[in-house]
């Protein structure tokens, strides 16, 4: 889906603005958090949706969270540098949307 070394892209991403897309993504976090107790094997496809919609639709509020799941993601199946390399992405857009509402506590 991602390459490694592209992270840096990222950051340079439109704003989303469609807010049906937004809602969505909102969905799809919500559906992950779900899927990770009832079908954890359902978890990497919503992620993977998220962070598609997010490169093709532009980044919001719940891009970093998709970012860094996918980072996991990479990182459980042999890919530690391309994990961290999304993790860093996600720190950084994070930084960028300005926002507390998504920082883990």
Known sequence: ?????LDT???FLPIMKDTRI??????L?????CAREARPKLMPLLIL???QLSI????????PVAFAAYGMI?????D??????????ALLLLDKSKTDSMVGR
């Open 56 to 63: 093709s639709h532009g980044i919001c509020v719940y891009t």
């Open 74 to 78: 990479l990182c459980m199946n042999g």
């Open 49 to 51: 949706k998220m962070v």
């Open 29 to 33: 976090s919500v559906l992950t958090q």
């Open 9 to 11: 892209g990222f950051a």
């Open 22 to 27: 937004i809602l969505s993504m909102g969905l």
């Open 1 to 5: 889906l991602i390459q490694p070394g």
């Open 80 to 89: 530690c540098r391309g994990g961290y390399e999304m993790g860093q992405a």
